[in-house]
């Protein structure tokens, strides 16, 4: 009996012991789901994370870079042996057409030059005593004094004479000519931009001593995809940037367009003139612009900020503290700036994620930090 009480007692106790543990266990399951159930703090999102829809000029058309060179540029060589007796011109200088840019020796040439000309008189001289002797011939011959072979034999030798004339005149036009080389001049007017020899280098023919360019007009030469050559012709106007002429712009147009692609790129050669009238361009710079083939003034978003991965392209909006993704209608692409056209889905001064931020779930409270906020505000109240 005493037994049946104990037992019945240890009974009593391991319920009572249970059903306290139950209890406890049924609170923190109570707190646990309430805690879950209770709303999360918006997650602030900054510059980094966000960007404004603008309404603002966006240009679409293939982008161009290369080297600015001039359109016309010429390596004045050394046309004679010789050694450079002074230089006129130096690398920067202005220079006209015809102007003497160097002297090369010309003792030789100036002793040749003279001798032909000394040939060239004593051959016209001989010309005229031959004239001379064929007249008195002929007068002797219609007086009967001589037989006419005297005459043929007058006339033979003005012939011989009239050919040792134009060997002399021949021998001097060459003379001169050989002494002209020893003068080097500008074939163009433009600038100086390069003199390799000095006074007292002795040249050979071939050797440069000049490079003279017209700087008043420069090319642009760049490459585009061959499946771009349906948005430019010649006369397409051409915007770029010039490597430092830091915020300035500088206009040209497409002047000439390869006829064959590049069978390893697919890439097609194509040439801008740049008008250079005030000379404040200088040749041998890197450029760096674009084709411009459509442009106007639209609402336009950074082009990271667009989501392709559906059928449709969307953006991530913030909208009434939440998250929500809009499909949007894209237009042009501007390459260079990396924005493109939004004409449908969102409006001026909408703010849309960026980065990281666009994996956010639609329905995600967010709150805009302050600098996001007036930005957005100031926008709203210029529109």
Not at 66 to 71: F, I, Q, V
Not at 92 to 116: C, F, H, M, W
Not at 187 to 205: M, T
């Amino acid at each position: 009996m005493r037994r049946s009480n104990h037992n019945t007692f240890l009974l009593i106790l391991m319920t009572l012991i249970l059903a306290a543990g139950l209890t406890s266990g049924c609170g923190r399951g109570k707190e646990e789901a309430a805690a879950a159930n209770a709303p999360q703090p918006p997650m602030v999102l900054g510059p980094e994370d966000t960007a404004l829809v603008t309404r603002a000029p966006i240009q679409s058309g293939p982008a161009l870079t290369g080297t600015l060179t001039a359109e016309r540029q010429a390596t004045v060589r050394a046309q004679l042996s010789g050694s450079v007796l002074e230089t006129l011109a130096e690398p920067g200088q202005a220079v006209s057409r015809g102007q003497v840019l160097a002297r090369l020796d010309s003792t030789s040439l100036t002793e040749a030059y003279n001798s032909a000309r000394a040939a060239v008189e004593n051959a016209r001289s001989n010309l005229a005593v031959a004239m001379r002797e064929l007249e008195r011939q002929r007068a002797l011959v219609a007086a009967g004094a001589v037989a006419q072979r005297n005459v043929e034999t007058a006339q033979q030798s003005v012939v011989t004479a009239q050919s040792s004339l134009a060997l002399a005149r021949s021998q001097l036009a060459n003379a001169e000519k050989q002494l002209g080389y020893t003068r080097v001049t500008a074939p163009f007017s433009g600038v100086v931009s390069e003199r390799p020899v000095s006074g007292g280098d002795v040249v050979q023919p071939g050797t440069a001593i000049y490079t003279v360019v017209d700087p008043s007009s420069l090319q642009l030469e760049g490459s585009i995809n061959a499946e771009q050559l349906g948005t430019l012709h010649v006369g397409s106007p051409v915007e770029f940037t010039v490597t430092g002429y830091a915020g300035r712009t500088f206009r040209g147009e497409i002047t000439r367009i390869n006829p064959t692609a590049d069978p390893a790129t697919r890439q097609v050669r194509v040439y801008a003139e740049i008008p250079n009238t005030g000379n404040d361009l200088v040749s041998g710079l890197y450029a760096e612009g674009r084709v411009e083939s459509e442009s106007r003034t639209a609402l336009t978003l950074p082009a990271d900020a667009i989501d392709r991965r559906m059928v449709k392209p969307a953006v991530m909006r913030v909208r009434n503290g939440k998250v929500e993704r809009v499909e949007v209608e894209l237009g042009l692409v501007d390459d260079r700036e990396q924005r493109v056209e939004v004409r449908r889905g969102v409006a001026a001064g909408d703010v849309v994620l960026l980065g990281a931020a666009q994996e956010m779930t639609p329905g995600t409270p967010v709150r805009l930090a302050p600098s996001v906020r007036q930005q957005a505000e100031r926008l709203a109240q210029a529109l």
